[in-house]
């Protein structure tokens, strides 16, 4: 069983680094601005001399991260990994930002990346302009799902990013292309302000509340994203449900049927686009760097295996949990709106 964990407290941000393609940009600029007088203003040639060396604390750096404002270049908007989805036939991801202000002991970001600095791509008019191009390659009729959540929380930044404010009136103008908001914030403000989209999923990754307490940490607690979903849900935006990953306990069954209860008792039928859930599994290389950075971790103290080169709970325990979720979520929406994830 997981203890509640001492280390919810707000990171305070002291540097940023600034590259040199993208210093005048009016974007950066703003952000500097809105970040107050107390900063240190680093200008950099790339981000990557900053961001990729090896040699770099990712745990000491997570209490207090760096931000750099970068431009992104080459491949703006991918396909998504195998496995991904929810339930759409042509899937892309693409990251304006790379790595979250929340530290979950299960996020693949922290075996991903030599450094916890956050790295903000501000070049929002390129990554639109590849989505087009995306868009472009497919027929007008077709559904095309853009994921915004892979490398960061989509709205955990947004007072400083304003991600959603940028992009949802781009959105707003394609039909045919879905944005997923993945996020576990409570900064649903800007949300609020917009009208909602018929082809945008805000879609929380919820946990049962004694696993988020123990290994979710930074972010808000399931009772505010609860009341964060009941709001969005009120003011019209379509919600999506993510049990990803799902975690393991002695009170697996009691804590989920909990969850289960709690989210649905707020939520109206109508107001849901997708439900989905997924097992927990890490690379085996990442699952290495991970476990090294984190070596007393209770998550990783668990009953973990590799099969097929990932770190996971056996094959027999991640099928029990799934099927334990599909059970009880069909009692609550319809199957059709029901999807699994899988990544390998
Ligand atoms: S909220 Fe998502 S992206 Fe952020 S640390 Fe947790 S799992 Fe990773």
New binding site residues.
Partial sequence: VFKKNSQNQRTILQTIYLEKDIEKHSRAQDIIKSMGKNLSLIHCNHYGEVFNPKSQNFRLQKQNPALILAKKTGRLVLPVPTGFGIGGAHNYYFSHML??????R?????GMYPSANYVLFINYEDFQSSIDATLAQHQHDEKIYFFS?????SL?YEPISHFVQEFLPFFAKRANAILEL????SNIRQLLQLNPIENCVVAY?LTPDAIAKAV????PSIAKRVQAIQKLAAAGWKIGLRFDPLIDDENFEKYYQELLDNVFSILSPSAIHSVSLGPLRFPEKMYKRIVKLYPNEPLFAQSLSTRDKHISYSADRELQMKNFLLDKIKNYVDTTLLFQCNPL
């Fill in positions: 790595n979250c202000l929340y530290d979950c299960y996020c693949f970001l922290q959540g892979y490398d960061c929380d955990a993945r996020t576990k914030s990754s979710e940490h930074k972010a």
